[in-house]
């Protein structure tokens, strides 16, 4: 999921870079939001809005979890837990942030987000491939279960 979001936001972090790193990484992270997610972002008031910014910037930067960009003021930590050191309480504690149990499900349900991960794993084999689609499936019920709580 967060390479695929990587990808997504690629054009705003090249635009970052190319102001040579001057450009606010939240605004852009705001405008990536409105692009990708306007239907739902749009609606949430201003410090909801600020929150799933940051959740969006730790998958987004969770490569950049030891930079010590003054902007970053971010905890990487539930994100890199499910990528490094997955167990199910960190799954657990993954999708207890609302913003990262949308943006979860939204992965599951982007056809763009399956072709990236029938391209990046088609060499493991069809088998392989069912049994991600097989596990995002379940994850993703777990992502809508939890987000129908929050509501």
Known sequence: ???FYKLLFA???????DQKKKASVPQLLHSFALINFEVIYSKLNSDNQA???KMLMAVVHSHRHNKDDEEQ???FTVVRETMYKYSKQAQKRFFERPALSFLFAWFTLNS???RFIETKYSDKGQE???RIF???TELKQQAL???NLQA
């Open 1 to 3: 999921m967060s390479e």
């Open 11 to 17: 054009p705003f972090q090249k635009q970052w870079v």
């Open 51 to 53: 929150e799933f910014v």
């Open 73 to 75: 003021n971010v905890d």
């Open 112 to 114: 763009d987000a399956a």
């Open 128 to 130: 392989y491939l069912q």
């Open 134 to 136: 097989a596990e995002m």
């Open 145 to 147: 279960e939890t987000l």
